[in-house]
C-alpha cells in the first residue's frame, strides 16, 4: 500500500500537500464508484473534500491546508474513509499522505496527527485480515480452491453461468436438509446432522470463492459495499424487527 506519490518540481511543502490532495481527489474519482441514497451508481466525487481544501489553498494563510487535513484525520473516520475502504482502495487516502515520510511536508504534521494516521490505517488493516480462531483467511481460502481446481484441471468448466448454477444447486441441497422442519426440527437437525450442514455450507462458499477467482470479484469489499448499501435501503429507525422490503418500509427514507 503506497501513498499518492507528490510533484517534486518544487514550491512549498503545503503547496505539495494541496497538489497531493486535488489528486487524490481526482483519482478517486475516476477509479472508485459509489451508489448514493438516490440508487444512482456513479464516481465518488468528495466534494466537500475539496471545497474545505481549494478554500485553505486560496484563501487562508499557507499553514491552513496543514490544519485542515489534521482535523480530517484526528476525527472519527468520515464517510469518504468508509467508501474507498469498501473499494478496497485505502491508497487513495488522506491518511497515507500523512503517514508518508518521503513527501516534503511530512514533518508539518504533529506527532499525534500521524499517530492518529497510523491507528485508523491499523484498524483497517486488522478489519482486512481478521481471523477467528487463527482460522483460514478469505484470501488465503480463495488461494486453496484455485489451487484444488487447477490440480484437476477444472478451470475450463468453471464459467460464471455454471458456478452460478452450482452455488443455487448447493444452496438448494442445504435448505433440503430443513425443509418442512418446525423451529425444533431445525434445531435437531442442527444437532443430528451439524456434519451434512457444516458440508453443504462450504460447498456454497467453495464455489462462491471459485465464482470470485474467475470474475476478479474481491469478495471482502464486494461484502463490505453491499452491507453500506443495505444500511441505506434499510436504516434501524424504520426496518427495525420487520421483514419488509425496503420499498415497503414505513416512513421516509429520504
Same mark, same amino acid.
Given at each position: 500500500?503506497?501513498?499518492?506519490?507528490?510533484?517534486?518540481?518544487?514550491?512549498?511543502p503545503?503547496?505539495?500537500?494541496?497538489?497531493?490532495?486535488?489528486?487524490?481527489?481526482?483519482?478517486?474519482?475516476?477509479?472508485?464508484?459509489?451508489?448514493?441514497?438516490?440508487?444512482?451508481?456513479?464516481?465518488?466525487? !468528495?466534494?466537500?473534500?475539496?471545497?474545505?481544501?481549494?478554500?485553505?489553498?486560496?484563501?487562508?494563510?499557507?499553514?491552513?491546508?496543514?490544519?485542515?487535513?489534521?482535523?480530517?484525520?484526528?476525527?472519527?473516520?468520515? @464517510?469518504?474513509?468508509?467508501?474507498?475502504?469498501?473499494?478496497?482502495?485505502?491508497?487513495?487516502?488522506?491518511?497515507?499522505?500523512?503517514?508518508?515520510?518521503?513527501?516534503?511536508?511530512?514533518?508539518?504534521?504533529?506527532?499525534?496527527?500521524?499517530? !492518529?494516521?497510523?491507528? *485508523?490505517?491499523?484498524?483497517?488493516?486488522?478489519?482486512?485480515?481478521?481471523?477467528?480462531?487463527?482460522?483460514?483467511?478469505?484470501?488465503?481460502? @480463495?488461494?486453496?480452491?484455485?489451487?484444488?481446481?487447477?490440480?484437476?484441471?477444472? !478451470? @475450463?468448466?468453471?464459467?460464471?453461468?455454471?458456478?452460478? !448454477?452450482?452455488?443455487?444447486?448447493?444452496?438448494?441441497?442445504?435448505?433440503?436438509?430443513?425443509?418442512w422442519?418446525?423451529?425444533?426440527?431445525? *434445531?435437531?437437525?442442527?444437532?443430528? *446432522?451439524?456434519?451434512?450442514?457444516?458440508?453443504?455450507?462450504a460447498?456454497?462458499?467453495?464455489?462462491?470463492l471459485?465464482?470470485?477467482?474467475?470474475?476478479?470479484?474481491?469478495l471482502?469489499a464486494?461484502?463490505?459495499e453491499?452491507?453500506?448499501?443495505?444500511?441505506?435501503?434499510?436504516?434501524?429507525?424504520?426496518a427495525?424487527?420487520?421483514?419488509?422490503?425496503?420499498?415497503?418500509?414505513?416512513?421516509?427514507?429520504?
Amino acid at each position: 500500500m503506497t501513498s499518492t506519490p507528490h510533484d517534486g518540481s518544487g514550491g512549498s511543502p503545503e503547496q505539495a500537500l494541496f497538489a497531493d490532495c486535488v489528486d487524490l481527489y481526482e483519482r478517486t474519482a475516476a477509479e472508485v464508484t459509489y451508489e448514493w441514497p438516490s440508487g444512482r451508481i456513479g464516481p465518488y466525487w !468528495a466534494r466537500r473534500f475539496m471545497r474545505k481544501i481549494k478554500t485553505d489553498h486560496e484563501e487562508t494563510t499557507p499553514s491552513r491546508i496543514v490544519e485542515s487535513v489534521s482535523e480530517m484525520v484526528c476525527k472519527p473516520a468520515p @464517510q469518504g474513509f468508509g467508501i474507498i475502504e469498501q473499494a478496497g482502495r485505502l491508497d487513495l487516502s488522506l491518511e497515507l499522505l500523512v503517514l508518508d515520510e518521503s513527501t516534503p511536508y511530512h514533518h508539518l504534521f504533529a506527532p499525534d496527527v500521524v499517530d !492518529a494516521a497510523a491507528d *485508523r490505517m491499523d484498524v483497517y488493516l486488522a478489519r482486512q485480515h481478521t481471523v477467528v480462531a487463527d482460522g483460514p483467511t478469505l484470501r488465503s481460502l @480463495q488461494e486453496r480452491v484455485r489451487a484444488f481446481r487447477d490440480e484437476r484441471d477444472w !478451470a @475450463q468448466f468453471h464459467t460464471p453461468k455454471d458456478l452460478a !448454477a452450482a452455488i443455487a444447486i448447493e444452496a438448494g441441497e442445504l435448505q433440503e436438509l430443513f425443509l418442512w422442519q418446525d423451529r425444533d426440527a431445525q *434445531r435437531a437437525t442442527l444437532e443430528s *446432522r451439524s456434519e451434512a450442514v457444516r458440508h453443504e455450507i462450504a460447498d456454497v462458499l467453495i464455489l462462491t470463492l471459485a465464482f470470485a477467482e474467475i470474475t476478479g470479484i474481491d469478495l471482502g469489499a464486494a461484502v463490505e459495499e453491499k452491507l453500506r448499501v443495505n444500511a441505506t435501503k434499510y436504516p434501524v429507525a424504520h426496518a427495525k424487527g420487520l421483514s419488509l422490503k425496503y420499498s415497503d418500509l414505513p416512513g421516509d427514507r429520504g
